[in-house]
């Protein structure tokens, strides 16, 4: 024991000093957090409390714990969610956590980086989900699927550098709505934009706009401004940044680290400034330049035929086409979209900040062919809802507001208002439960009738059936609005059909 403890602040020591010197040589930041991280888990093993280990509790870096409050926010918020991806015809799915590592390679670009990979465990090499999209093409080809509506919730994995604050997690959901098959254009697109809008207006998060773009005048824009092809994906990496980073720092990444010419460069500047509706798309469909490419023009045509659909569905003013959209993943083919809050305008400044992306998504037609043994094509379509963001935001304005969460749908407490009726609360209690109704009862023989009327309050009950002597002898309950403290009695046989009345329970 002495030996192992004398091993270990030896380690601890070393761990201290490779901690300073990485803060000395000003190391990244991730980098000492990780090393510091090790130094508290080698503190916490060398520490003993009447010869038991010291745990060091704390979570892995970039996720959380939820109690009660932020589920009960959670919760609603998937219900409101689920509910719209129901309305819209959506079947559900579920696919593994983890995958083949070759499912997941190459297809995130740049973010392939942040994959998560896991020891080899008996001859496959595994990496987690970096998403539901490609699981979902993995799904789609290995099933032989052509034709499906589908939604997916589920967690997926990162290596990124959190911003816990922002909802920007390691581990977090996604809830993903996906339409596959052959259709007519731009008609599934479309209604994936009205799901976005029906749900950002149902959870009240506040003022949204919905950009749009198409990977399609992208490349074109791209062609025509000069870019080699080869370098196509990495200036829209590059442009993808937009919403994070000012103009000048993009430019001098495009021209400084991937080497596109100053030219290139300021083409790109003029094209992406642009942003508005129906009449940029007219106005680009007469540029001289990018009405001559095939692509350009292509995509341009699809645009025209969406906003005229979202019209049809009274969104448009909501959706901003904004050639500045690029969204960084390989496998998107067509139309591109993202969901962004507005923050309050002041009176100095022309029009709104946004304060973050709270959706996304777009076309990928050739996902699953890349799958499909003979490459056969699955066109598809989809959005993901940034749920982590939107709960944030909804914490934040519950904190701020004060409101009080109810974390329990208990609809009745069963409560005595003598001594020595334990018998009697527990005979009613279990009639309310076979009957579906949400009840409690104190675990308690003799509680005070005052401590149980306490409890209610505090938990948000709001109702209680009391039960007495007198009660028992006229086969009534007394039943009490917690927030009125009206007491009225019920016929014990009519009980199940007032509290279901009273809490709205069909």
Request: hydrophobic share 40%; proline share 3%; net charge negative.
């Amino acid at each position: 024991m002495a030996t192992e403890a004398a091993a270990l602040a030896e380690a601890l020591r070393l761990q201290a000093d490779t901690v300073r010197r990485l803060k000395q040589e000003q190391a990244g930041t991730e980098e000492v957090a990780e090393q510091v991280a090790k130094l508290l888990e080698l503190k916490g093993r060398l520490g003993v409390d009447d010869g038991r280990p010291r745990f060091l509790l704390k979570t892995p870096k970039g996720t959380r714990d939820y109690g009660p409050k932020q589920m009960a926010i959670r919760e609603k918020v998937f219900s409101t969610i689920i509910s719209c991806f129901k309305r819209h015809g959506a079947e559900v799915i579920d696919t593994p956590v983890f995958e083949l590592k070759e499912t997941l390679t190459g297809k995130y670009g740049e973010d392939s980086k942040l994959i998560y990979d896991l020891k080899d465990q008996g001859g496959e090499l595994l990496s987690l989900r970096y998403d539901l999209t490609v699981p979902f093409a993995r799904y789609l080809a290995m099933n032989k699927i052509t034709n499906i509506k589908r939604y997916h919730i589920a967690k997926v994995y990162r290596r990124d550098n959190p911003a816990m604050t922002r909802g920007r997690y390691r581990e977090f959901y996604q809830c993903d709505f996906d339409i596959a098959g052959q259709f007519d254009p731009m008609i599934p697109d479309a209604e994936c934009l009205k799901i976005v809008y029906e749900i950002l207006s149902a959870l009240q998060l506040g003022d949204f706009l919905i950009k749009v773009n198409d990977r399609r005048i992208l490349d074109g824009m791209f062609a025509v401004c000069g870019v080699p092809d080869s370098k196509f994906r990495t200036i829209c990496s590059s442009v993808d940044k937009l919403d994070k980073v000012m103009w000048e720092d993009v430019r001098s990444e495009m021209v400084g680290e991937k080497g596109l010419s100053t030219e290139a460069a300021d083409c790109i500047g003029e094209y992406v400034r642009l942003h508005g509706g129906l009449d940029l798309v007219e106005q680009l469909l007469q540029d001289p330049e990018l009405s001559q490419n095939k692509l350009a023009r292509e995509g341009l045509g699809d645009m025209k035929l969406l906003f005229e659909y979202l019209m049809l569905f009274g969104i448009a003013d909501k959706i901003s086409f904004d050639l500045s959209l690029a969204r960084g993943l390989d496998y998107y083919t067509g139309v591109i979209y993202e969901a962004v809050l507005l923050q309050q305008q002041n009176d100095h400044e022309e029009e709104p900040a946004t304060v973050g992306s709270v959706a996304g998504g777009g076309r990928y037609d050739g996902l699953v062919g890349m799958f499909d043994p003979k490459g056969k094509k699955v066109p598809c379509v989809g959005v993901s809802i940034g749920i982590e963001r939107i709960f944030s935001i909804l914490e934040q304005k519950m904190e701020a507001s004060k409101e009080k969460i109810r974390t329990t749908d208990t609809q009745v407490l069963v409560a005595s208002a003598q001594k020595k009726l334990l018998e009697e609360r527990l005979k009613l209690i279990s009639e309310l439960w076979d009957s579906g109704i949400k009840a409690e009862v104190l675990y308690k023989k003799n509680p005070k009738l005052l401590n149980q009327l306490q409890y209610c309050e505090d938990t948000g009950i709001p109702l209680v059936a009391i039960i007495g002597e007198q009660e028992l002898k006229d086969g009534v309950i007394k039943l009490r609005d917690v927030a009125t403290r009206e007491e009225v009695d019920i016929r014990r046989e009519n009980l199940v059909e007032e509290i279901k009345k009273r809490t709205c329970q069909p």
